[in-house]
């Protein structure tokens, strides 16, 4: 839950004193430790039994044939280590936490309130030009996220 907040949420760009933290670092690495130290009965359903993940992994492969082939290698190796990489253990993590209607209830309220702290950041920061948060969500993002969020 900790992973979402911080991850999809980025409440660390709006909070002063967590601006120089890697929270999302800090949250992936406890989430793997977290996993690794799980009892092994907990984690029953193998990732590769849902068809998503088969997909992703299958992207994931494609990129990375693809990075010798392509025009700049060093962004396509880049991006492939770098960015989908964390998707995928985001993803991974994800789908290994929750294993009951329950957990899935705590997982939504955690996104629920990512989206509230943004909402109320947004509307509360004063800032007279169009809406963001932080530097990474401008506000088309900011709409997106908070429209896919809602329902």
Not at 19 to 48: C, D, N, Q, R, T
Not at 60 to 65: D, H, P, R, S, W
């Amino acid at each position: 839950m900790l992973l979402v907040i911080v991850w999809i949420g980025k409440v660390q760009e709006f909070v002063p004193f967590l601006v120089g933290i890697p929270m999302a670092k800090i949250a992936m690495a406890l989430g793997l430790l977290l996993y690794v130290l799980a009892p092994k009965e907990s984690i029953h359903i193998p990732i590769l039994s849902f068809p998503q993940s088969k997909y992703l992994l299958g992207i994931f492969t494609l990129g990375l044939l693809s990075i010798p082939y392509s025009v700049w290698p060093k962004a396509s190796f880049d991006f492939m280590f770098l960015g989908l990489a964390k998707i995928l253990i985001f993803f991974f993590l994800f789908i290994k936490a929750i294993h009951t209607p329950e957990d899935l209830k705590k997982m939504s309220w955690a996104l629920i309130l990512a989206i509230f702290l943004m909402a109320l950041y947004t509307v509360t920061s004063g800032v007279q030009r169009r809406m963001s948060v932080g530097g990474t969500y401008d506000p088309n993002d900011l709409a997106m996220i908070m429209s896919m969020a809602i329902p």
